[in-house]
């Protein structure tokens, strides 16, 4: 039977966005078993990683102690990171001297180049709470607004999209809304390997009759219930979906009346539809006219039509123009406001909606109010009580640009402090960005192992793991959601909350958040204060008792609100404003010297950049090796068979990976998870960007492969 334990304690699951709620059982200080809770959005299920991925936290490697650069050893970006040889790099420190060299080194660049010399990544991985004062430190001790996370990297094309046409960059309705709708387009999406307690709600809605359509050039398991699969070529996104909305108009099964009362630009869309038919467009995309007027027909006629979608969609340098599509094909068929319809930009990390909503993001502060909105601006001035930067700061991708410029550059990017983030795996152009943080004058990375970017740190402060502190995430479905402390941090580790508090205090800020665990509760309230328009109903003691609670919510007699748009939306004139969008194509396109497509995506068993999955011994296990999957075909043409070594080179790098067959994969095209240092699959990918979203095209660019 189980082991017997000392407790259980109640959080959530650290991985993905779908927000499992879990059970932790300790035994001797260590987690030995975790097991599903009934959440709203896992109702007591669990994938492989929130089931077996939780020894991380116990794992040898785990920072326990400050450490500072040795001085006179250089920057290697080039080299091997080894984290088990961490004494030839550095040494030990006491927080006393950790904090000052930190925080001093900063301060000392802002004086002497001012405030756009600093820069801040928090963490789409840690709580609302440090997102919350990560962002209120970088833009009232350092200040500017030069912070941001990785959303920049998933959805940040989505959020553009939709904060433009719908006022809310959240989604509209939850997940497990599927049950009720009777078209479900998944696009861009791999659900059963990334949100895979989400994906087992579809695959149940299939089961009672609900038709998935998968638009996605990889053919996943997800197509297996599918009752259509559009398998369209890569970078093809917006030809597919115009010739749906084209249809749509042109059959006559447009929601006229939906159109009249809660739509704007109507007419520039249905103008710019017209030269997409899906005969014109059939060629381009390579999906059969009828299928896509089948699949349009299906959409527009359904009760209720949802769409979700993934990266696949928001990673191109056309990842707005994408979403756009989406917003206008909802619009135009009525889909939006009711149970079973809507929008649902599937969220990756764990808290990836919550740290946005924070302001952890470069042009907003807290609850999506713009730093460059004067009276946004000067509501925050007074609330915070010191003045801010009116310039949006720079993005993820930018801030990598700004340490790599001229001295004469008066944005140069100097020193950064990186909470929890990692970017020298998983920016595009690695070579390019592991050579800008290497650039820098001063770098704090703050984590819980010595990853590929603590590597290249002057400070590394070591920080606690999930199951380590508490804290609120808020997932996918707009669920804010309580992650109770069930172990101490190892040695001299400790909660992320207390070290950017002592961090601000190093800038010179006077701050005072008393209480247990670091005063998460006291950050909770003033951050609930600054986003009063969508959790004033959600108190830190309501979190506690209810564990979840949906935003946006109001009141305290108020449930929360799973679904919204039901009457207007959130704009100033409470209409969505449609936007057309043209064909654009990849920055990159394949050559004669660079003949097949990458895209870049993730596995089930390995979370992002691998620093915690594959320090699992289960997760590792499964998947200890980075691969390349090929479809069958292709193999055979570069004389290859499953198990071979290919080295795989794009014009910014190369790496050497095993070759899997995966017959899902099209023809001309590589598909590499990017959780491997080893074959690190971002030194292959191009660092163009969305010019809205400023997300890089991680999902195409031009690669050679060969056998070696
Ligand atoms: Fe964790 Fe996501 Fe798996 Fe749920 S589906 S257990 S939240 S990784």
Redesign the pocket.
Known sequence: GPQKVDRTVDSV?P??G???LVTYHVKDEKIVRVDGRDGPA?RGR??V???FGFDYAHHPQRLTVPLVRKPGVPKDWQGAVRPEDWREVFREATWDEALQRAAGGLRALRDAHGPKALAGFGSAKGSNEEAYLFQKLVRTGFGSNNVDHCTRLCHASSVAALLEGVGSGAVSNPVSDVAHAEVILVIGSNPTSN????ATWMKNAARRGAKIVLADPRVTDIGRHAWRVLQFRPDTDVAVLNALIHTVIEEGLADEAFIRDRALNYEALRENVRAYSPEAMAPLCGIPADTLREVARAFATAKASMVLWGMGVSQHVHGTDNVRCLIALATVTGQIGRPGTGLHPLRGQ?NVQGASDAGLIPMMFPNYQRVDNAEARAWFEQFWGLPLDDAPGYTVVEIMHKALADEADPHKVRGMYIMGENPAMSDPDLNHARQALASLAHLVVQDIFLTETAWLADVVLPASAWPEKTGSVSNTDRMVQLGRRALTPPGDARPDLWIVQQMAKGMGLAWDYEGAEAGVAAVYEEMRQAMAGAIAGISWDRLERESSVTYPCLSVEDPGQPIVFTERFPTPTGRVTLVPADIIPADERPDADYPLVLITGRQLEHWHTGSMTRRSAVLDAIEPHATASLHGDELARLGLAPGDWAAIRSRRGAVQVRVRRDDGTPRGAVFMPFAYVEAAANLLTNAALDPFGKIPEFKYCAVAVRGI
């Open positions: 699951c991985f993905c779908v927000g499992c896992n669990l994938c990683k929130g089931r949100h895979p307690v989400a764990n």
